[in-house]
Structure formats: C-alpha cells, structure tokens
C-alpha cells in the first residue's frame, strides 16, 4: 500500500534545530510549508509508487514530511526538509530522502547507499516524472549535493 505523505511544521522541532529562529520566522516557515505542500499533492504518489517500483514495498501507513529552518542537511528519520526559496529543490530533496527510508539494505561503507541504491533510483524516478521548468532546481539539487 502507498503511504500518504503528511507535510508538517513545528515551533518545538524547529526550536530544536535552530535557536535563532521566532515567530515571525517560523510563520514565513509555515507559508513555504503550505506552497510546498501543494508540490507534494501535486507528485507524491507518483513518487512513492515509482520508488516501490524501484526498490522496496513501503512499510508505513503514513510518512510525516518535517520542514525546518535551519543550518543542517536534510535528513530521512524523522522526514526533515530543510527549507530553501525554491520549492521545486525541496520536491528533489524529498524525494532523495523518500528512497532512504523506503531502503532497508545496510552498507559497510556509508556512501555505498548513495552509489548503489538512492542515485539509481533518483534518476529512474526523475526520468519517469518528466518535470518540466525544473532546470534551476536541479542546478541547486546536484550543487548541493556535491558538498
């Protein structure tokens, strides 16, 4: 069965993450969470159904989306995007994210994941997602990837 994707914003977690940040941050925070919400609607089930093509057959009934504000990488447990001004990365990111926690192999070497499992997989997905007026996206995906 397909997870439903549940895109969701706290002041705790964010807090958490970034003491810097207050209230008039965190309701910016939540307007992008809304935008990007409607990206999510928009490709999420296709993305989790092309993933379970790919890889594994998903365990959850519900998978949470977190979106923060803060200086950290995006992580797959819990679900954490990491906001960026463009929504259209943060679909990239996602779905990067999405194939770590459908993957359930273990690797020795901690990149091995990536070369073996998430990249193929990204690619298969985004080849099949046909995204149009993604370019700059991409140019900030593969960017911030290389780091």
Request: avoid cysteine; charged fraction near 35%.
């Amino acid at each position: 069965m397909i997870p439903r994707l549940k895109v969701r914003y706290s002041y705790v977690y964010n807090k958490t993450l970034n003491k810097d940040i207050d209230i008039e941050m965190f309701n910016k925070l939540r307007e992008k969470s809304i935008q990007f919400n409607e990206l999510v609607e928009k490709y999420g089930n296709k993305v989790l159904k092309l993933i379970e093509k790919e890889n594994e057959k998903w365990k959850d009934l519900e998978i949470p989306i977190y979106i923060v504000m803060a200086r950290i990488k995006s992580f797959s447990d819990p679900l954490t995007i990491n906001s960026r001004k463009n929504k259209k990365t943060m679909l990239l990111v996602l779905i990067h994210e999405l194939i770590h926690v459908n993957t359930r192999k273990k690797f020795k070497v901690a990149s091995a994941v990536h070369d073996f499992v998430v990249t193929p997989i990204f690619n298969k997905v985004i080849e099949q997602l046909n995204l149009k007026d993604f370019e700059e996206a991409f140019e900030e995906y593969y960017q911030f990837n290389k780091k």
